[in-house]
Protein backbone atom coordinates (compact mmCIF):
# COMPACT_ATOMS: atom_id res chain seq x y z
CA UNK A 1 0.00 0.00 0.00
CA UNK A 2 1.95 2.90 -1.59
CA UNK A 3 -0.50 5.79 -0.52
CA UNK A 4 0.44 5.23 3.55
CA UNK A 5 3.99 6.97 2.69
CA UNK A 6 2.20 9.95 1.05
CA UNK A 7 1.32 12.09 4.19
CA UNK A 8 5.00 11.66 5.75
CA UNK A 9 6.55 11.80 2.74
CA UNK A 10 5.34 14.88 1.29
CA UNK A 11 5.99 16.42 4.87
CA UNK A 12 9.44 15.42 5.33
CA UNK A 13 10.20 16.53 1.54
CA UNK A 14 8.57 19.97 2.59
CA UNK A 15 10.47 20.18 5.57
CA UNK A 16 13.67 19.58 4.06
CA UNK A 17 12.83 22.09 0.99
CA UNK A 18 11.74 25.04 3.10
CA UNK A 19 15.17 26.68 3.95
CA UNK A 20 16.32 26.31 0.24
CA UNK A 21 12.76 27.52 -0.70
CA UNK A 22 12.88 31.01 1.47
CA UNK A 23 16.44 31.51 0.81
CA UNK A 24 15.85 31.69 -2.75
CA UNK A 25 12.70 33.37 -2.25
CA UNK A 26 14.60 36.08 0.12
CA UNK A 27 16.98 36.52 -3.08
CA UNK A 28 14.23 38.01 -4.93
CA UNK A 29 12.77 39.79 -2.05
CA UNK A 30 9.79 38.12 -1.65
CA UNK A 31 7.96 38.08 1.86
CA UNK A 32 6.54 34.70 3.72
CA UNK A 33 7.55 32.45 0.62
CA UNK A 34 8.52 29.96 3.77
CA UNK A 35 4.82 30.11 5.41
CA UNK A 36 2.90 30.10 2.32
CA UNK A 37 5.78 26.80 1.41
CA UNK A 38 4.49 25.20 4.58
CA UNK A 39 1.17 25.85 4.10
CA UNK A 40 0.70 24.34 0.60
CA UNK A 41 2.78 21.17 2.03
CA UNK A 42 0.17 20.84 5.29
CA UNK A 43 -2.32 21.09 2.74
CA UNK A 44 -1.55 18.27 0.13
CA UNK A 45 -0.03 15.88 2.87
CA UNK A 46 -3.79 16.62 4.26
CA UNK A 47 -5.31 15.55 0.99
CA UNK A 48 -2.99 12.52 0.76
CA UNK A 49 -4.34 11.54 3.86
CA UNK A 50 -8.10 11.97 3.29
CA UNK A 51 -7.54 9.61 0.02
CA UNK A 52 -7.01 6.79 2.59
CA UNK A 53 -10.10 6.52 3.96
CA UNK A 54 -11.59 4.86 1.30
CA UNK A 55 -8.53 1.59 1.15
CA UNK A 56 -9.20 2.34 5.02
CA UNK A 57 -12.86 1.56 4.83
CA UNK A 58 -13.00 -1.74 2.58
CA UNK A 59 -9.58 -3.16 4.57
CA UNK A 60 -9.66 -2.31 7.90
CA UNK A 61 -5.70 -2.33 8.76
CA UNK A 62 -3.49 -1.13 6.33
CA UNK A 63 -0.37 -2.53 5.95
CA UNK A 64 3.07 -1.30 4.05
CA UNK A 65 6.30 -2.93 3.83
CA UNK A 66 9.36 -2.09 2.02
CA UNK A 67 9.80 -4.31 -0.89
CA UNK A 68 7.25 -7.34 -1.20
CA UNK A 69 9.80 -10.07 0.44
CA UNK A 70 9.57 -8.19 3.42
CA UNK A 71 7.19 -9.39 6.34
CA UNK A 72 6.40 -8.00 8.93
CA UNK A 73 8.23 -9.59 12.13
CA UNK A 74 11.46 -8.86 10.36
CA UNK A 75 10.92 -5.58 8.54
CA UNK A 76 10.30 -2.20 10.38
CA UNK A 77 6.45 -1.61 8.56
CA UNK A 78 3.67 0.91 8.32
CA UNK A 79 0.31 -0.21 10.00
CA UNK A 80 -2.98 2.14 10.00
CA UNK A 81 -6.29 1.53 11.28
CA UNK A 82 -8.67 3.75 12.56
CA UNK A 83 -7.44 4.81 15.39
CA UNK A 84 -4.20 5.87 13.93
CA UNK A 85 -5.71 7.36 11.40
CA UNK A 86 -7.97 9.50 13.33
CA UNK A 87 -4.84 10.77 14.76
CA UNK A 88 -3.15 11.57 11.99
CA UNK A 89 -5.91 13.72 10.57
CA UNK A 90 -5.90 15.66 13.59
CA UNK A 91 -2.35 16.36 13.76
CA UNK A 92 -2.32 17.35 9.89
CA UNK A 93 -5.20 19.85 10.06
CA UNK A 94 -3.60 21.48 13.46
CA UNK A 95 -0.54 21.83 11.55
CA UNK A 96 -2.36 23.59 8.67
CA UNK A 97 -4.21 26.00 10.78
CA UNK A 98 -1.18 26.85 12.67
CA UNK A 99 0.92 27.07 9.75
CA UNK A 100 -1.61 29.57 8.35
CA UNK A 101 -1.58 31.88 11.42
CA UNK A 102 2.35 31.78 11.39
CA UNK A 103 2.25 33.95 8.55
CA UNK A 104 1.63 36.91 10.31
CA UNK A 105 2.21 35.96 13.69
CA UNK A 106 6.00 35.14 13.55
CA UNK A 107 6.53 37.75 10.68
CA UNK A 108 8.76 39.43 13.44
CA UNK A 109 11.06 36.96 14.38
CA UNK A 110 14.19 35.72 12.21
CA UNK A 111 14.50 32.44 11.47
CA UNK A 112 11.66 31.45 9.63
CA UNK A 113 12.86 28.73 7.13
CA UNK A 114 13.89 26.71 10.42
CA UNK A 115 10.96 27.85 11.80
CA UNK A 116 8.44 26.33 8.98
CA UNK A 117 10.97 23.50 8.32
CA UNK A 118 10.79 22.32 12.25
CA UNK A 119 7.31 22.70 12.11
CA UNK A 120 6.58 20.31 9.24
CA UNK A 121 9.08 17.83 10.58
CA UNK A 122 7.24 17.60 13.69
CA UNK A 123 4.00 17.07 12.24
CA UNK A 124 5.73 14.28 9.94
CA UNK A 125 7.02 12.98 13.08
CA UNK A 126 3.36 12.86 14.38
CA UNK A 127 1.75 11.43 11.58
CA UNK A 128 4.97 8.78 11.27
CA UNK A 129 4.00 7.43 15.14
CA UNK A 130 0.50 7.10 14.60
CA UNK A 131 1.28 5.13 11.27
CA UNK A 132 3.28 3.20 13.06
CA UNK A 133 3.07 -1.00 13.06
CA UNK A 134 6.21 -1.86 14.99
CA UNK A 135 8.52 -0.01 17.78
CA UNK A 136 11.61 0.77 16.06
CA UNK A 137 9.27 2.66 13.32
CA UNK A 138 7.31 4.24 16.76
CA UNK A 139 10.86 5.29 18.10
CA UNK A 140 11.96 6.65 15.77
CA UNK A 141 9.59 8.89 14.03
CA UNK A 142 8.70 9.93 18.34
CA UNK A 143 11.90 11.35 18.11
CA UNK A 144 11.36 13.17 15.42
CA UNK A 145 8.76 14.85 16.93
CA UNK A 146 10.86 15.24 20.37
CA UNK A 147 13.65 16.88 19.00
CA UNK A 148 11.84 18.88 16.64
CA UNK A 149 9.66 20.02 19.27
CA UNK A 150 12.84 20.93 21.83
CA UNK A 151 13.99 23.04 18.85
CA UNK A 152 10.66 24.94 18.23
CA UNK A 153 10.02 25.40 22.49
CA UNK A 154 13.94 27.10 22.49
CA UNK A 155 13.17 28.87 18.99
CA UNK A 156 13.51 32.36 20.46
CA UNK A 157 16.89 31.38 21.51
CA UNK A 158 18.07 35.08 22.67
CA UNK A 159 15.50 34.66 25.88
CA UNK A 160 16.34 33.39 28.63
CA UNK A 161 13.18 31.34 29.51
CA UNK A 162 12.95 29.76 26.18
CA UNK A 163 15.90 28.20 26.95
CA UNK A 164 15.56 27.24 30.44
CA UNK A 165 12.39 25.87 29.34
CA UNK A 166 13.38 24.21 26.06
CA UNK A 167 16.11 22.76 28.47
CA UNK A 168 13.61 21.75 31.32
CA UNK A 169 11.24 20.13 28.87
CA UNK A 170 14.33 18.08 26.45
CA UNK A 171 15.86 16.96 29.88
CA UNK A 172 12.57 14.97 31.33
CA UNK A 173 11.36 14.03 27.51
CA UNK A 174 14.78 12.69 26.51
CA UNK A 175 14.20 10.96 30.21
CA UNK A 176 11.24 9.55 29.44
CA UNK A 177 12.21 8.36 25.90
CA UNK A 178 15.24 6.14 27.49
CA UNK A 179 13.12 4.29 29.65
CA UNK A 180 10.22 3.75 26.84
CA UNK A 181 13.65 2.11 25.48
CA UNK A 182 14.78 0.39 28.37
CA UNK A 183 11.53 -1.28 28.68
CA UNK A 184 11.24 -1.71 25.12
CA UNK A 185 14.57 -4.20 25.38
CA UNK A 186 13.00 -6.26 27.90
CA UNK A 187 9.62 -6.66 25.51
CA UNK A 188 11.64 -7.84 22.94
CA UNK A 189 13.64 -9.83 25.21
CA UNK A 190 10.62 -11.85 26.56
CA UNK A 191 8.55 -11.97 23.28
CA UNK A 192 12.13 -11.73 20.48
CA UNK A 193 9.91 -8.96 18.48
CA UNK A 194 8.66 -5.69 18.30
CA UNK A 195 5.93 -5.30 16.08
CA UNK A 196 2.59 -4.40 17.91
CA UNK A 197 1.06 -6.98 17.00
CA UNK A 198 3.24 -9.79 17.44
CA UNK A 199 4.02 -8.73 21.16
CA UNK A 200 0.13 -8.71 21.13
CA UNK A 201 -0.12 -12.41 20.29
CA UNK A 202 2.76 -13.46 22.09
CA UNK A 203 1.57 -11.71 25.27
CA UNK A 204 -2.84 -12.51 24.13
CA UNK A 205 -3.02 -15.12 27.16
CA UNK A 206 0.22 -14.36 29.14
CA UNK A 207 -1.03 -14.88 33.07
CA UNK A 208 -0.16 -11.41 35.26
CA UNK A 209 3.52 -11.75 36.29
CA UNK A 210 5.62 -8.74 37.83
CA UNK A 211 7.89 -8.64 35.26
CA UNK A 212 4.68 -7.50 32.89
CA UNK A 213 4.08 -4.96 35.45
CA UNK A 214 7.27 -3.81 35.62
CA UNK A 215 7.49 -3.67 31.74
CA UNK A 216 4.12 -2.03 32.03
CA UNK A 217 5.56 0.48 34.59
CA UNK A 218 8.50 1.38 32.60
CA UNK A 219 6.71 2.01 29.36
CA UNK A 220 4.03 4.10 31.28
CA UNK A 221 6.18 6.28 32.79
CA UNK A 222 8.19 6.84 29.81
CA UNK A 223 4.45 8.14 27.91
CA UNK A 224 3.27 10.01 30.56
CA UNK A 225 6.03 12.14 30.63
CA UNK A 226 4.97 13.29 27.13
CA UNK A 227 0.98 13.43 28.29
CA UNK A 228 2.19 15.32 31.07
CA UNK A 229 0.52 12.84 33.59
CA UNK A 230 0.74 14.74 37.13
CA UNK A 231 4.10 13.08 38.71
CA UNK A 232 5.68 14.15 35.25
CA UNK A 233 4.17 17.69 34.46
CA UNK A 234 6.68 19.97 35.53
CA UNK A 235 7.82 20.86 32.17
CA UNK A 236 4.04 21.60 30.23
CA UNK A 237 3.93 24.89 32.03
CA UNK A 238 6.92 26.03 31.28
CA UNK A 239 7.15 25.19 27.58
CA UNK A 240 3.74 26.15 26.80
CA UNK A 241 4.27 29.06 28.09
CA UNK A 242 7.50 30.46 26.24
CA UNK A 243 6.70 28.69 22.86
CA UNK A 244 5.82 30.72 20.05
CA UNK A 245 1.69 30.85 20.12
CA UNK A 246 1.38 28.79 17.27
CA UNK A 247 3.56 26.31 18.91
CA UNK A 248 1.87 26.61 22.40
CA UNK A 249 -1.59 25.78 20.09
CA UNK A 250 0.50 22.47 18.66
CA UNK A 251 2.24 21.27 21.69
CA UNK A 252 -0.92 21.40 23.79
CA UNK A 253 -3.08 20.71 21.17
CA UNK A 254 -1.20 17.61 19.42
CA UNK A 255 1.92 16.98 20.86
CA UNK A 256 0.58 15.92 24.31
CA UNK A 257 -2.05 13.41 22.52
CA UNK A 258 1.04 11.61 21.15
CA UNK A 259 1.44 10.29 24.57
CA UNK A 260 -2.75 9.66 24.85
CA UNK A 261 -1.83 7.50 21.40
CA UNK A 262 0.92 5.48 22.68
CA UNK A 263 -0.61 4.92 26.00
CA UNK A 264 -3.99 3.40 24.17
CA UNK A 265 -1.45 1.48 21.98
CA UNK A 266 0.59 0.33 25.60
CA UNK A 267 -3.13 -0.09 27.10
CA UNK A 268 -5.30 -1.85 25.10
CA UNK A 269 -2.72 -3.71 22.38
CA UNK A 270 -0.48 -4.81 23.95
CA UNK A 271 -1.27 -5.35 27.03
CA UNK A 272 -4.85 -6.12 28.57
CA UNK A 273 -7.07 -5.73 31.90
CA UNK A 274 -6.19 -9.67 32.26
CA UNK A 275 -2.13 -9.38 32.03
CA UNK A 276 -1.89 -5.96 33.85
CA UNK A 277 -4.86 -4.69 35.98
CA UNK A 278 -4.35 -0.64 34.87
CA UNK A 279 -7.92 0.53 36.38
CA UNK A 280 -6.53 1.59 40.21
CA UNK A 281 -3.42 3.06 38.51
CA UNK A 282 -5.17 5.04 35.72
CA UNK A 283 -7.35 5.95 38.26
CA UNK A 284 -5.13 7.42 40.68
CA UNK A 285 -3.10 9.22 37.82
CA UNK A 286 -6.46 10.85 36.30
CA UNK A 287 -8.00 12.00 39.38
CA UNK A 288 -3.63 13.42 40.56
CA UNK A 289 -3.22 15.03 36.70
CA UNK A 290 -7.25 16.88 37.23
CA UNK A 291 -7.13 18.13 40.48
CA UNK A 292 -3.18 19.17 40.32
CA UNK A 293 -3.82 20.82 36.65
CA UNK A 294 -7.26 22.89 38.06
CA UNK A 295 -5.54 24.02 40.95
CA UNK A 296 -2.16 25.66 39.51
CA UNK A 297 -4.78 26.73 36.91
CA UNK A 298 -6.27 28.74 39.39
CA UNK A 299 -3.27 30.19 40.82
CA UNK A 300 -1.42 31.95 37.60
CA UNK A 301 -1.19 35.45 36.52
CA UNK A 302 0.20 34.53 33.20
CA UNK A 303 -2.67 33.42 30.58
CA UNK A 304 -0.27 31.10 28.21
CA UNK A 305 0.86 29.41 31.69
CA UNK A 306 -2.77 29.38 33.29
CA UNK A 307 -4.55 27.75 29.98
CA UNK A 308 -1.58 25.41 30.26
CA UNK A 309 -1.96 24.36 33.80
CA UNK A 310 -5.94 23.61 32.23
CA UNK A 311 -4.07 21.58 29.91
CA UNK A 312 -3.06 19.28 32.20
CA UNK A 313 -6.91 19.26 33.99
CA UNK A 314 -8.11 18.10 30.37
CA UNK A 315 -5.43 15.44 29.93
CA UNK A 316 -6.58 14.27 33.16
CA UNK A 317 -10.38 14.02 31.71
CA UNK A 318 -8.46 11.61 29.03
CA UNK A 319 -6.90 9.47 31.58
CA UNK A 320 -10.03 8.89 33.18
CA UNK A 321 -11.47 7.93 30.08
CA UNK A 322 -8.47 5.60 29.43
CA UNK A 323 -8.48 3.65 32.82
CA UNK A 324 -12.50 2.78 32.43
CA UNK A 325 -11.59 0.14 30.12
CA UNK A 326 -14.72 0.05 27.81
CA UNK A 327 -15.33 0.97 24.74
CA UNK A 328 -18.12 3.82 25.25
CA UNK A 329 -14.98 5.22 27.84
CA UNK A 330 -12.57 5.18 25.05
CA UNK A 331 -14.86 6.49 22.50
CA UNK A 332 -15.26 9.69 24.74
CA UNK A 333 -11.22 9.31 25.35
CA UNK A 334 -10.64 9.89 21.81
CA UNK A 335 -13.40 12.60 20.81
CA UNK A 336 -12.29 14.47 23.30
CA UNK A 337 -8.36 14.27 22.15
CA UNK A 338 -9.85 15.84 19.23
CA UNK A 339 -12.01 18.65 20.87
CA UNK A 340 -9.32 19.33 23.46
CA UNK A 341 -6.93 20.03 20.48
CA UNK A 342 -9.54 22.35 18.45
CA UNK A 343 -10.73 23.85 21.53
CA UNK A 344 -6.86 24.49 23.11
CA UNK A 345 -5.71 25.10 20.35
CA UNK A 346 -8.03 28.00 19.42
CA UNK A 347 -7.62 29.50 22.93
CA UNK A 348 -3.56 29.89 22.18
CA UNK A 349 -4.18 31.26 18.62
CA UNK A 350 -6.30 34.10 20.91
CA UNK A 351 -4.32 34.47 23.64
CA UNK A 352 -1.31 34.73 20.57
CA UNK A 353 -3.76 37.21 18.87
CA UNK A 354 -3.67 39.31 21.93
CA UNK A 355 0.26 39.07 22.40
CA UNK A 356 0.74 39.77 19.35
CA UNK A 357 -1.02 43.41 19.48
CA UNK A 358 -0.32 44.38 23.18
CA UNK A 359 3.02 42.77 24.00
CA UNK A 360 2.01 41.41 27.75
CA UNK A 361 1.12 37.99 28.97
CA UNK A 362 0.57 39.32 32.27
CA UNK A 363 -3.59 39.12 33.11
CA UNK A 364 -3.26 42.52 34.70
CA UNK A 365 -1.97 44.39 31.88
CA UNK A 366 -4.81 42.86 29.34
CA UNK A 367 -7.86 43.85 31.47
CA UNK A 368 -10.52 44.75 29.16
CA UNK A 369 -8.46 44.33 26.15
CA UNK A 370 -11.37 42.14 24.89
CA UNK A 371 -13.11 45.12 23.84
CA UNK A 372 -10.53 46.55 21.48
CA UNK A 373 -10.25 43.14 19.84
CA UNK A 374 -13.79 41.86 19.01
CA UNK A 375 -13.05 38.98 16.81
CA UNK A 376 -10.42 37.77 19.12
CA UNK A 377 -12.66 38.32 22.15
CA UNK A 378 -15.40 36.46 20.70
CA UNK A 379 -13.75 33.36 19.61
CA UNK A 380 -11.66 33.73 22.97
CA UNK A 381 -14.94 33.47 24.93
CA UNK A 382 -15.73 30.21 22.27
CA UNK A 383 -13.00 28.17 23.40
CA UNK A 384 -13.50 29.44 26.78
CA UNK A 385 -16.62 28.27 26.98
CA UNK A 386 -16.15 25.40 25.05
CA UNK A 387 -13.30 24.50 27.49
CA UNK A 388 -15.36 24.51 30.72
CA UNK A 389 -17.74 22.26 29.36
CA UNK A 390 -21.20 24.13 28.56
CA UNK A 391 -23.85 22.89 25.75
CA UNK A 392 -23.85 23.38 22.38
CA UNK A 393 -20.26 23.51 22.35
CA UNK A 394 -17.88 20.49 21.77
CA UNK A 395 -16.24 20.50 24.60
CA UNK A 396 -19.41 19.30 26.49
CA UNK A 397 -20.34 16.47 24.13
CA UNK A 398 -17.24 14.79 25.10
CA UNK A 399 -16.96 15.60 28.45
CA UNK A 400 -20.49 14.30 29.04
CA UNK A 401 -19.63 10.93 27.10
CA UNK A 402 -16.60 10.37 29.12
CA UNK A 403 -18.94 10.65 32.95
CA UNK A 404 -21.75 8.69 31.42
CA UNK A 405 -19.08 6.23 30.44
CA UNK A 406 -17.50 6.66 33.87
CA UNK A 407 -21.29 5.94 35.43
CA UNK A 408 -21.84 2.79 33.66
CA UNK A 409 -18.86 1.35 34.40
CA UNK A 410 -19.57 1.77 38.15
CA UNK A 411 -16.68 4.26 38.85
CA UNK A 412 -18.82 6.72 40.56
CA UNK A 413 -16.15 8.33 43.20
CA UNK A 414 -14.06 8.90 39.64
CA UNK A 415 -17.51 10.42 38.05
CA UNK A 416 -17.85 12.78 41.41
CA UNK A 417 -14.06 13.69 41.25
CA UNK A 418 -14.31 14.90 37.67
CA UNK A 419 -17.45 16.78 37.93
CA UNK A 420 -16.00 18.77 40.98
CA UNK A 421 -12.95 19.39 39.04
CA UNK A 422 -14.93 20.29 35.90
CA UNK A 423 -16.93 22.76 37.96
CA UNK A 424 -13.68 24.14 39.37
CA UNK A 425 -12.23 24.92 36.36
CA UNK A 426 -15.11 27.17 34.89
CA UNK A 427 -14.09 29.14 37.84
CA UNK A 428 -10.94 30.41 35.92
CA UNK A 429 -12.56 30.40 32.54
CA UNK A 430 -14.86 32.92 33.69
CA UNK A 431 -12.44 34.64 35.65
CA UNK A 432 -10.32 35.03 32.16
CA UNK A 433 -13.52 36.17 30.49
CA UNK A 434 -14.94 38.69 32.71
CA UNK A 435 -11.01 40.29 33.16
CA UNK A 436 -10.05 40.38 29.69
CA UNK A 437 -13.97 40.86 28.01
CA UNK A 438 -16.10 42.29 30.39
CA UNK A 439 -14.14 45.14 32.14
CA UNK A 440 -13.32 48.61 30.37
CA UNK A 441 -9.75 49.25 29.24
CA UNK A 442 -7.13 51.51 30.21
CA UNK A 443 -4.50 52.92 29.51
CA UNK A 444 -2.14 51.81 26.70
CA UNK A 445 -4.64 48.88 26.52
CA UNK A 446 -7.06 51.20 24.89
CA UNK A 447 -5.39 52.33 21.86
CA UNK A 448 -4.95 48.40 20.31
CA UNK A 449 -6.20 47.58 17.50
CA UNK A 450 -7.78 44.36 15.87
CA UNK A 451 -4.97 41.59 14.65
CA UNK A 452 -3.94 41.08 11.07
CA UNK A 453 -6.03 38.93 8.64
CA UNK A 454 -4.04 35.81 8.41
CA UNK A 455 -4.12 35.52 12.81
CA UNK A 456 -8.07 35.99 12.37
CA UNK A 457 -8.98 33.77 10.07
CA UNK A 458 -7.92 30.39 11.53
CA UNK A 459 -9.19 31.96 14.76
CA UNK A 460 -12.49 32.37 13.02
CA UNK A 461 -12.15 28.75 11.31
CA UNK A 462 -11.63 27.03 14.79
CA UNK A 463 -14.44 28.58 16.55
CA UNK A 464 -16.44 27.97 13.70
CA UNK A 465 -15.51 23.89 14.01
CA UNK A 466 -15.92 24.32 17.71
CA UNK A 467 -19.90 25.33 17.53
CA UNK A 468 -20.18 23.02 14.74
CA UNK A 469 -18.83 20.15 16.45
CA UNK A 470 -20.97 21.08 19.43
CA UNK A 471 -24.42 21.43 17.66
CA UNK A 472 -23.55 18.46 15.25
CA UNK A 473 -21.27 16.07 16.35
CA UNK A 474 -22.32 12.80 15.13
CA UNK A 475 -19.86 12.74 12.44
CA UNK A 476 -17.16 13.02 14.66
CA UNK A 477 -18.89 11.04 17.12
CA UNK A 478 -18.95 7.82 14.50
CA UNK A 479 -15.21 8.57 13.53
CA UNK A 480 -14.26 8.39 17.11
CA UNK A 481 -16.55 5.48 17.66
CA UNK A 482 -14.96 3.82 15.02
CA UNK A 483 -11.21 4.18 15.98
CA UNK A 484 -12.19 3.18 19.88
CA UNK A 485 -13.30 0.04 18.39
CA UNK A 486 -10.49 -0.51 16.32
CA UNK A 487 -8.57 0.12 19.32
CA UNK A 488 -10.40 -2.31 21.62
CA UNK A 489 -10.66 -4.86 19.15
CA UNK A 490 -6.93 -6.37 19.47
CA UNK A 491 -7.26 -9.91 17.75
CA UNK A 492 -8.41 -8.28 14.70
CA UNK A 493 -5.35 -5.69 14.58
CA UNK A 494 -3.35 -8.99 15.09
CA UNK A 495 -4.77 -11.27 12.47
CA UNK A 496 -4.97 -8.43 9.76
CA UNK A 497 -1.16 -7.60 10.30
CA UNK A 498 0.32 -11.80 11.36
CA UNK A 499 -1.33 -13.03 7.79
CA UNK A 500 0.96 -10.87 5.63
CA UNK B 1 19.77 -19.22 27.67
CA UNK B 2 23.77 -19.05 29.30
CA UNK B 3 25.32 -17.80 32.25
CA UNK B 4 26.06 -14.71 30.19
CA UNK B 5 22.97 -13.53 29.36
CA UNK B 6 22.42 -12.92 33.02
CA UNK B 7 25.70 -10.93 33.57
CA UNK B 8 24.43 -8.50 31.25
CA UNK B 9 21.51 -8.12 32.38
CA UNK B 10 22.53 -7.65 35.45
CA UNK B 11 25.19 -5.06 34.11
CA UNK B 12 22.73 -3.10 32.28
CA UNK B 13 20.16 -2.77 35.40
CA UNK B 14 23.41 -1.27 37.28
CA UNK B 15 23.92 0.94 34.08
CA UNK B 16 20.25 2.20 34.25
CA UNK B 17 20.31 2.69 37.76
CA UNK B 18 23.88 4.97 37.38
CA UNK B 19 22.07 6.72 35.13
CA UNK B 20 19.09 7.62 37.41
CA UNK B 21 21.34 8.40 40.03
CA UNK B 22 23.08 10.52 37.71
CA UNK B 23 20.10 12.73 36.72
CA UNK B 24 18.69 12.85 40.55
CA UNK B 25 21.81 13.99 41.89
CA UNK B 26 23.79 16.04 39.49
CA UNK B 27 24.51 19.64 39.62
CA UNK B 28 25.94 20.15 36.54
CA UNK B 29 24.20 20.04 33.03
CA UNK B 30 26.80 18.66 31.19
CA UNK B 31 26.66 15.71 33.81
CA UNK B 32 22.99 15.45 33.42
CA UNK B 33 23.45 15.00 29.68
CA UNK B 34 25.63 12.60 30.04
CA UNK B 35 23.41 10.03 32.66
CA UNK B 36 21.19 10.31 30.12
CA UNK B 37 23.77 9.17 27.79
CA UNK B 38 24.03 6.65 30.28
CA UNK B 39 20.71 5.24 30.34
CA UNK B 40 20.72 4.81 27.01
CA UNK B 41 23.65 2.74 26.65
CA UNK B 42 21.89 0.14 29.44
CA UNK B 43 19.02 -0.16 26.78
CA UNK B 44 21.32 -0.85 24.36
CA UNK B 45 23.51 -3.20 25.89
CA UNK B 46 20.04 -4.97 26.46
CA UNK B 47 19.29 -5.09 23.15
CA UNK B 48 22.34 -6.48 21.85
CA UNK B 49 22.36 -9.00 24.48
CA UNK B 50 18.85 -10.29 23.97
CA UNK B 51 19.45 -10.50 20.03
CA UNK B 52 23.11 -12.51 20.65
CA UNK B 53 21.99 -14.63 24.10
CA UNK B 54 18.43 -15.39 23.48
CA UNK B 55 18.40 -18.11 21.26
CA UNK B 56 21.72 -20.00 21.47
CA UNK B 57 23.59 -20.53 18.30
CA UNK B 58 21.49 -17.52 16.49
CA UNK B 59 22.20 -13.39 16.43
CA UNK B 60 19.37 -11.75 15.38
CA UNK B 61 20.10 -9.18 13.24
CA UNK B 62 16.97 -7.01 13.94
CA UNK B 63 17.60 -5.75 17.32
CA UNK B 64 21.32 -5.03 16.33
CA UNK B 65 20.03 -2.87 13.91
CA UNK B 66 17.26 -1.13 16.64
CA UNK B 67 20.54 -0.19 18.89
CA UNK B 68 22.65 1.49 15.92
CA UNK B 69 19.13 3.02 15.14
CA UNK B 70 18.56 4.65 18.96
CA UNK B 71 22.57 5.29 19.13
CA UNK B 72 22.39 7.49 16.50
CA UNK B 73 19.11 8.87 17.15
CA UNK B 74 19.94 9.62 20.68
CA UNK B 75 23.60 11.42 19.28
CA UNK B 76 21.22 13.86 17.43
CA UNK B 77 19.28 14.38 20.92
CA UNK B 78 22.76 14.89 23.03
CA UNK B 79 23.34 17.42 20.24
CA UNK B 80 20.27 19.15 21.15
CA UNK B 81 21.34 19.35 24.35
CA UNK B 82 24.65 20.63 23.97
CA UNK B 83 23.25 23.42 21.81
CA UNK B 84 20.86 23.79 25.25
CA UNK B 85 23.64 24.34 27.16
CA UNK B 86 25.35 26.32 25.67
CA UNK B 87 23.08 29.00 25.16
CA UNK B 88 22.27 28.34 29.24
CA UNK B 89 25.39 29.36 29.64
CA UNK B 90 25.33 32.58 27.59
CA UNK B 91 22.55 33.66 29.67
CA UNK B 92 23.28 32.50 33.16
CA UNK B 93 27.05 32.52 33.12
CA UNK B 94 27.11 29.05 35.13
CA UNK B 95 26.01 25.28 34.36
CA UNK B 96 24.38 24.85 37.68
CA UNK B 97 20.84 23.40 37.19
CA UNK B 98 20.12 24.53 40.30
CA UNK B 99 20.56 28.40 39.41
CA UNK B 100 18.95 27.58 36.05
CA UNK B 101 15.16 27.89 37.53
CA UNK B 102 13.82 31.34 37.64
CA UNK B 103 10.48 30.28 35.42
CA UNK B 104 8.30 29.00 39.21
CA UNK B 105 5.16 27.15 38.93
Known sequence: ?500 | MGFELYVFIASSAVLLAIGLYGLMVKRNMVKLVMSLEIMLSAATLNFVNFASHRIVGMIDPLAHVFAIIAISVEACVIGVALTFIINVYRHYKTLDIRKVKRLRW
Not at chain 1, 30 to 47: E, H, Q, T
Not at chain 1, 101 to 130: C, F, I, K, R, T
Not at chain 1, 323 to 338: A, D, E, K, M, Q
Not at chain 1, 341 to 359: D, E, H, N, P, Q
Open chain 1, 1 to 500: MLLLIYPMLILSVFGILTPIISRLAERLSLKNIGGAWAFFGFLIALIADIRLINPLRREGVLLFTIGSSAKPPIAGFLAVDWLGYFFSLLFITLGLISSLYSLDYMSHDNGLEEYYSLLLLMVAGMVGLAFAGDFITFYVFWEIMSLTSYCLVGFRRHKWEAIEAGFKYLAMSATGTTIVLFSLSLIYGITGTLSFAHIAASLLKAPPSPLFSMIFILLIIGFCVKTAAVPFHFWLPDAHQVAPSSISAMLSGVVTKTGIYALIRTLYLIFSLSTVNFTLLFAVLSVLTMTVGNVLALLQKDVKRLLACSTIGHMGYILLALSLGTVNGLTGGILHVFNHAIMKGLAFLCIGAIIYVTGSRNIDDLIGVGRRMPITSITFAISLLSLSGVPFFNGFISKYLIFTAALEAKAYLLTVIGLLNSGLSVVYYLRLIQLLMLRKPSGKIAKVKEAPIFILIPLIVMAFLCILFGVWPEPVYKFAREAAIAAYSKVQYILAVTKV
